[in-house]
C-alpha cells in the first residue's frame, strides 16, 4: 500500500462537545477537500457524541483527559502522539490550546497555529493577568495566529503585543444550506401552548453557561409580563441546549411565575429544527469571540436581539438586521422584546436582511476557503 501524502493536520481543543468553536472544527473538518489534508482531533479533556458529526471516517478524535491525567502527563502524551503521527500542522485552539505548543515545538512540527475564539465568564475581557502572561509566555512558538474577529485581532496585537502581520482574521462561517428558513417541524415536542396562532416564540442557542447570560433574559420575560400582561398570551420562551445552570434558569422562571412560558429543550442535535421554529432570536452573551449561534439564526432568517460584544458588532448590522443592547441590561431588552413581539413586520423586514447579509459576507464556502488557503501556505512555507 502507498503511503499517504497527504499533510496531516493535528487540531488540539479543550472537548468536542456542543459549542460554537467545536461546531466550527467540525464544519471545517466536513468541509475541506479530502484529497488535501487528514485530519486529527486531540481533546486536551474529552469528547461527546457530538464528535459523530464529522462526516469523514478517516478522523481520529482523542481524549488525553487533563483533569484526571495533569497538565505534564497531558504533554507527555501529546509529544508521544505528534513525534508518532508526525503531522505537518498543529491547529491549537483556545486556552487549552496552549498545552499542545511545547510537546509540537519538540517534536518539530513545521507549522503551529494557534486560534483565539473569545474568553469566558471568569475572563471577560480577556485581562486577566494569568492568561495574559501565558499566551505571551508561549507566544514565541507559535507560527502563525487565527483571530475569528476583528475584535479579537485588536486583543492579540493591544494586549498580548502580537505583531499584526503573524495573525490572520477568518471570521466563522455558517452553512446557509442547511440553515435557512423553513416551516415550522411538527415533532419537537412542544407543549400546545407553544404551537396556538399568534404566538411569538423568542429563543436563544448555545451553552447555558454564566457568559451566555441567559438569566437576564429571563429577567426580561418576566419584566416584559409585569409591565404588559396583556403580552403573557403571546410570548413563549425557549432555551435551546443544555449546562450547568440550567436548573437554576428553571428555578428563576419558576420563581418568576412565567415557568408555564418556557420551554428548555436539553442537549440537542436538532438546531437547525429550533431555529425553524422561532419568530425572534435573542443573545444575552456578556462577552462572544464570533457566535455561530448568532450566525446560524441568521441565516435561518430571524432578526437578532444581542449585545454588542466581541464579533456581534461585526455580524449584526444594527437597525437591519436586529437590534443591540448593553450587556446585562434587562431594561433594555425589556423595551426590545415588547417592540419585536408587537411588530410582526419589522421581524419579517429584519429576518429578511439577516438571511441575505449571512449568504452575502458569512457563508461556510468562504470561510473554508480561507483555512484552506492558510494550511497550504504553512505546508509550502514548511517545505
Known sequence: MSEDRRPLVVHVIHHLVIGGMENGLVNLINHLPEREFRHAVVCIDDHSDFAGRIQRVDVDVVDLRRPSSGVWA???ALLRLLRERQPRIVHARGPSGLDALPPALLARVPSRIHGEHGWDSANRDGKRWKP???RRLHSPLVSRYVAVSESVKEYLVGTIGIAEHRITTISNGVDTERFRPGALPIDLGLPESFLQPGVVRVGTVGRLQPIKDQATLVAAASALLRESPQLRQQLRMIFV??????????????????????????STDRVVDWLRA???????SLNEGMSNTLLEAMACGLPGLTTPVGGNTELMDAGVTGSFFAPGQ????TKLLHRYLTDSSLRRRQGAAARLRAEQRFSLRTMVDRYRELYRRCVADAR
Do not use: N
Open 74 to 76: 497531558t504533554r507527555r
Open 132 to 134: 495574559v502572561w501565558l
Open 241 to 266: 441546549g443544555d449546562g450547568p445552570l440550567r436548573r437554576a434558569l428553571s428555578e428563576q422562571a419558576a420563581a418568576a411565575g412565567i415557568a408555564e412560558i418556557v420551554h428548555f429543550t436539553g
Open 278 to 284: 422561532l419568530d425572534l432570536f435573542a443573545l444575552p
Open 330 to 333: 434587562v431594561a433594555a431588552l
